[in-house]
């Protein structure tokens, strides 16, 4: 039994808290008390404009990892997607969770459909996201459309939608399928991760401690999936190389088979509304596998 019990940063949303009650729940069935201290991010107070028009990376985590360096708490919660691939001095994600469905859902009203057209949406639907990835890649199925941004937690953006607000939302499965949501009245079109590749990590949650706090790393090791953390790795390793947040076009997807080898999907675009570009690389090894996607991409950067 751990005597020490543990207080866990995490923000407000539902989605997130769900986060946070999952991760007790797992100390707890390893015997660890914990308690939740909740943080507000500029990614929750800032809600009037789009990711890819505010400035710099970590929308949804600086304050919590301010927090967690003041040692007002001992660990951070995320969601992975959502961090940036490099650590504040003196932080490091010391576990991860098992993988939800990393595939994004689009969600259309039913008087928004139409059956003979691509994706059963009709022409010229507006679809509400701020995910310029999510964009790039709707693009690309669907040049009529049209996009607009779209803020606040999935509940409220999927009643957004129900209002009519627009004619169908993109949006991570994994949050929906979390927080058990019904949207029986509404189509739910279920993208595959080859074909509309999910953002880097989508589905997983990271445990972020300070890396000198032995104690806590010990206690997270025994809940860490180090399968999850072998592909994830790859697939951040792409955003890091090209230098990018949340806010980049750039989807990632690996997944390793059951002889181990490893298969990587990338999609990139320079802009939201620009060329797609999209690879697909496997190898018996993760060696370079993302430096080698870089490549094909023919990124100047690199």
Not at 13 to 22: I, N, P
Not at 52 to 62: I, L, S, V, Y
Not at 68 to 83: C, E, F, T
Request: with cysteine.
């Amino acid at each position: 039994m751990e005597s020490k019990k543990i207080k866990i940063g995490t923000r407000g949303s539902r989605l997130a808290l769900w986060q946070a009650d999952f991760l007790q729940n797992q100390l707890s069935d390893i015997g660890v008390e914990s308690e939740l201290v909740i943080i507000k991010t500029k990614g929750d107070q800032i809600q009037h404009l789009g990711f890819d028009k505010m400035e710099g990376k970590g929308f949804f985590t600086k304050e919590i990892e301010d927090a967690l360096l003041r040692g007002d708490i001992d660990m951070a919660v995320h969601s992975m997607k959502d961090m940036p691939t490099s650590q504040p001095e003196g932080l490091v994600i010391t576990a991860v969770s098992y993988r939800e469905d990393p595939s994004d859902w689009l969600l259309i009203r039913k008087e928004s459909m139409d059956g003979n057209m691509d994706l059963r949406l009709k022409e010229g639907a507006i679809v509400g996201t701020s995910s310029a990835r999510r964009k790039a890649q709707m693009l690309n199925f669907r040049s009529d459309i049209g996009l607009q941004d779209i803020r606040g937690n999935v509940p409220t953006r999927i009643e957004k939608l129900r209002n009519g607000d627009f004619d169908a939302i993109l949006l991570a499965g994994a949050g929906v399928t979390r927080l058990q949501l019904d949207v029986s009245d509404l189509e739910v079109i279920k993208f595959n991760v080859k074909e509309f590749v999910p953002a880097p990590a989508q589905g997983v949650l990271a445990f972020q401690t300070c890396k000198g706090d032995k104690a806590t790393r010990r206690i997270l090791q025994k809940i860490h999936h180090s399968d999850v953390a072998e592909v994830t790795n790859i697939e951040r390793k792409v955003l890091q190389l090209l230098d990018g947040g949340c806010q980049l076009p750039m989807g990632a997807y690996c997944e390793k088979d059951t002889m181990g080898n490893f298969h990587l999907w990338v999609a990139s675009a320079d802009a939201w509304d620009g060329e797609l570009k999209k690879v697909r690389l496997s190898s018996s090894t993760s060696f370079e596998l993302a430096e080698n996607a870089i490549k094909k991409l023919n990124v100047s950067n690199l």
